[in-house]
């Protein structure tokens, strides 16, 4: 990965019809961490402005204080990517970058409750029931899906009313019993048995993390029109980066301190819970998310340098030491 | 309201041109009784056939349990009934009407829960997260909330796709903080408190039960493509059959018997719940609510013959005793 500072000069920007900065992407010198950061920056603003706080006051802000708790806002750049990739704009894409974030969210405070992981923190900050109440946390995680799918057909422009229609199905099977919510139950069920197959591993991290990245990627595609054989090469892109970023927050759950995750490490060990290592070791689950990483990335080679984002952020996953 | 038993013949029935017996609606013939289990019955099978059990098996029973419990349908009938009223047909509204009663679904299976309103039984079966646990629950409910719309989308034909957006973007105002989801959490800010004035009591049962009635007469006529004076007309009568439905339910929980509701009786009394009787008394809130019923009525009357269903509709809610 080039580790070359990204420097904002009339070769590499310009403005675009919207008067704002357009990167012209190449490989000498793009820096995926400034990438990142900047697009991460972006993501907060339109976040930070995607919910106001009004009467009832306490469900808005318990619905900002988890959405805005911080994070490394994937799904929306990944969403952002590749509606750039296939034509489309920053600009399109966002209001569907939110709505998957606020998704997102969701699932994490629904996963937080007592009845589901019971976690008394997330991103160092305690959990939104432990602050707002379990009652108030299961609202919020309600108020914040049913609010995506509005804010994606109130706030999209430039989009066709079919493609957006698209997004609105795709993100719903995503989270649906076919998506996230199936593998949150089958992982809910293998809880603390020892039997557990790498076939029903996947299918839990398919369909627990997997639909949702998924979605991310497809759907700024989906917005920007792209075809059918795009939708497919991002699906499979996204299908392995998603499985291989699992393995790889399972490995570094044995191989990182709880300071470098900033969450406590250890934890799956502890709870005895059966992961990638713990079915082939930490080489083999190395060599296995890097071999996904190679597919992933050989999905996107037509598209040249212009999927040089999506092409570091597939090598980031399998180098993130957090 | 008209009691005759409402009869298939040629007067009155034609094929329409999907080879379908198409009503034609006159008072002479009209009866609600037949009419809504007639409508009724057509909810229960598209329902039935809405979600088809997949593995992992117990998340699509979680759904299937409640979302099969039986209840009016008042929802999907609403949807159906105004959906034909400004020229559209049963087929077109039947993914939403469906969608409306996967997302009033999923409301009680949240609102059932021990950190909610922790209630044991719900419409003489044991609620869902006492068969399938809170964990699957929460789960079930989160399925049918993100299943509810890629359902519309998926399987709404003959509707432009413009209008098809509305209705998406209706929907979620309606669960979200601006909705149910709102109302839910003023609700139970107001347990226990015993200066509840009629303005929050008014803002309370808008938003939990009102706005998703409202959506559910008005994404009716969305589908229909009805304009926006139509759309205005059928908002009001929606305002003001929900709350008015609200206020005889508070009646009947302190005049009906338990075996008459299907319900606890007496609940509100015994939980000290601040409720219109408790404020404006029994014969002030059953005024209030007839009020509230003729004037729905009156928004009505420029469509006339083909509004006999809403009309009788909005006439019942004041005439039931469960």
Redesign the interface.
Known sequence: MNTQVFERSPQNSQLDQHGEFEHQINEATFDLKTYLSERRAQVEVALDQSITVVY?E???EA?RYSLLAGGKRLRPILCLASCELTGGTVEMAMPTACALEMIHT??LI?DD?P??DNDDYRRGRLTNHKVY????A??A???????????I??KTKQV???H???V??K???A?????L??G???D??SEGQDNIDVETLNFIHTHKTGALLEASVVCGALLAGANNEVLHRFSRYACNIGLAFQIIDDVLDVTATSEELGKTAGKDQKAHKVTYPSVWGIEKSRHQAKELVEEAKAELAPFGEKSIPLMAIADFITTRTH
Chains 1, 2 share one sequence.
């Open positions: 009832p306490k469900i808005y619905m969701m699932s629904h409750l009845a589901m109440g379990e009652d108030i299961i609202l995680g309600d108020g914040l899906l049913a609010y995506a799918f509005e804010f057909v109130e066709q009313a079919e957006l229609l698209q609105v199905a993100l719903g099977h989270v649906a019993a076919t998506g919510v199936g949150q139950v089958l809910l069920q």
